[in-house]
């Protein structure tokens, strides 16, 4: 899907999507490990990676 890394890492590079609503936000993966991220729509604190299709 992607041709150049440039576009790797501004498609998925520390991208993160909400479990319980599905918002996706960029954060460095350690806080969102720690739990010290929440989401803007339901301050929730567990997130997932995005996933590459």
């Not at 992607?2 to 993160?16: G, L």
């Not at 319980?20 to 010290?36: G, H, I």
């Amino acid at each position: 899907m992607v041709k150049f890394p440039e576009a790797d890492a501004r498609m998925f590079k520390n991208k993160f999507v909400c479990r319980r609503c599905k918002a996706v936000k960029r954060s460095p993966s350690r806080k969102v490990a720690n739990q010290q991220v929440k989401c803007r729509a339901c301050a929730g604190k567990k997130f997932k990676p995005k996933r590459k299709k």
